[in-house]
Nanobody, 116 residues
């Protein structure tokens, strides 16, 4: 089971980006059993969990992104998305998706860079 992230890029402060993840190699029932999440890792820092979403789309966010980021999921296609608005330079990181325990294989991630 391998998450594959896409959609990162470079934006100015205040801009928006949407990153996506497709969980390949998983059957739908396995994906639906997972609380999925988006993590990020900035240079020199530990990986942190920034948002989670249950099968029924109940969400939770880290305080640092609450009100700016929105996580969604497409159960039929085994995808998870993260819409990021009002981006700040401190949001610069490599973004990864995984389950809420980090128990799936880690993908390559997608780079998000926010310049001031």
């Amino acid at each position: 089971v391998q998450p594959v992230e896409s959609g990162g890029g470079s934006v100015q402060e205040g801009g928006s980006l949407r990153v996506s993840c497709k969980v390949s190699g998983a059957i739908t029932s396995f994906f639906n059993s997972k609380i999925m999440g988006w993590y990020r890792q900035a240079p020199g820092k530990q990986r942190e969990l920034v948002a989670t979403i249950t099968r029924l789309s109940s969400t939770n966010y880290a305080d640092s992104v609450k009100g700016r980021f929105t996580i969604t999921r497409d159960n039929a296609n085994k995808k998870v998305h993260l819409q990021m608005n009002s981006l700040k330079p401190e949001d610069t990181a490599v973004y990864y998706c995984n389950d809420d325990k980090g128990e799936l294989s880690w993908g390559q991630g997608t780079q998000v860079t926010v310049s001031s």
